[in-house]
């Protein structure tokens, strides 16, 4: 069965950290580029962060600098290490292949707030 499992979302102050953790399928997982994605309530989802093969990542301007993306292939899992949380980084955030090719999952909601 093709599945994006995203976890590790949750209520954080600014300034604050998180760590995502996204399940993929093998099948998904294969594809070389592999992305984060957010949608903000009345927004559009955007793309994040992105990693090809192992080493080659891409950021969005916005969260550059406090974002960094990751995989581990042994586990078919790729993760999103969030510093420096602001407030406007509130969203659902999901994680899918770069471009998005696959079902979405439910997301996992990060709240800023104080």
């Known amino acids: 069965q093709v599945q994006l499992v995203e976890s590790g979302g949750g209520l954080v102050q600014p300034g604050g950290s998180l760590r995502l953790s996204c399940a993929a399928s093998?099948?998904?997982?294969?594809?070389?580029?592999m992305g984060w994605y957010r949608q903000a309530p009345g927004k559009q989802r955007e793309l994040v962060a992105s990693?090809?093969?192992?080493?080659?990542?891409h950021y969005a301007d916005s969260v550059k600098g406090r974002f960094t993306i990751s995989r581990d292939n042994t586990n078919d899992t790729v993760y999103l290490q969030m510093n420096s949380l602001k407030p406007e980084d509130t969203a659902v955030y999901y994680c899918?292949?770069?471009?998005?090719?696959?079902?979405w999952g439910q997301g996992t909601q990060v709240t800023v707030s104080s």
């Open positions: 899918n292949t770069d471009p998005a090719q696959y079902p």
């Open positions: 093998r099948i998904i997982f294969s594809i070389r580029a």
């Open positions: 990693i090809i093969g192992g080493r080659s990542t």
